[in-house]
């Protein structure tokens, strides 16, 4: 079965700091990663993935994340929060079989203060 | 390229009602998953139809279907509505290939009252 945590319901960070937010993963099969972000009022915008290959991964908007197996996690960062960062952060986990069915974690909302 | 277009954005129901949501997904995309996202439930995923199939779904009650015409639109039925079925309900448009990104529409908020 797939489940996805993520630590943290709030981050709040100041404006020119590091961001990371933390995803930990279950998964029986090799997993499929993604993490993706909601502005309010708004459907969800696809930051970056992992599906094999190079275990650091670059994003849209300046993030990044690691998948590291040993720790099962893919914890996203970014070096220099900016004002227009602050929104609701998924992690997801894909199902390795057949389809798109997302495992989403419940979210980590960002607040960046200036 | 257009993306995903889901309508309406807004809806207010009475609870026993029936809606029908819909979703148009990025031109060349056959696959189409819905997704009900609510404070406490989080993301929750309902179902996905490929080329006019049912190829995957979740763990809710019959009273939720779906389906998907030629054209890969797809809709989405609740009947006999309860409050708990207020939600905003997401789209996701992939190519259907497995585990491949999706995309997602702005969703439809439904309200039971």
């Known amino acids: 079965a797939q489940s996805v945590t993520q630590l943290g319901s709030h981050v709040s960070v100041s404006e020119g700091a590091l961001v990371l937010l933390r995803c930990n993963y279950s998964s029986s099969v090799p997993p499929y990663l993604f993490w993706y972000v909601q502005y309010p009022n708004q459907g969800l915008q696809l930051l970056l993935k992992y599906t094999t290959g190079a275990t650091l991964v670059k994003g849209i908007n300046g993030f990044e994340a690691e998948f590291k197996k040993s720790e099962t996690s893919f914890h996203l960062t970014k070096p220099s929060a900016h004002m227009s960062d602050a929104a609701e952060y998924f992690c997801a986990v894909s199902e390795g079989r057949t389809g798109n069915q997302f495992y989403f974690g419940t979210g980590t909302s960002l607040t960046v203060i200036p | 390229k257009a993306g995903v277009t889901q309508t309406p954005r807004y809806l207010i129901k009475t609870r026993g009602q029936q809606v029908t949501l819909s979703c148009s997904p990025i031109s060349g995309h056959r696959s189409v998953s819905w997704y009900q996202q609510t404070p406490g439930q989080g993301l929750q995923f309902l179902f996905e139809y490929f080329s006019e199939t049912q190829r995957n779904k979740g763990n809710f009650p019959g009273r939720f279907s779906g389906r998907q015409f030629s054209n890969s639109r797809s809709e989405m039925n609740v009947s006999t509505l309860e409050l708990g079925d207020s939600a905003l309900y997401l789209c996701?448009?992939?190519?259907?290939?497995?585990?491949?990104?999706?995309?997602f529409g702005q969703g439809t908020r439904l309200t039971v009252v």
């Open positions: 996701a448009s992939g190519s259907g290939t497995a585990n491949t990104e999706a995309f």
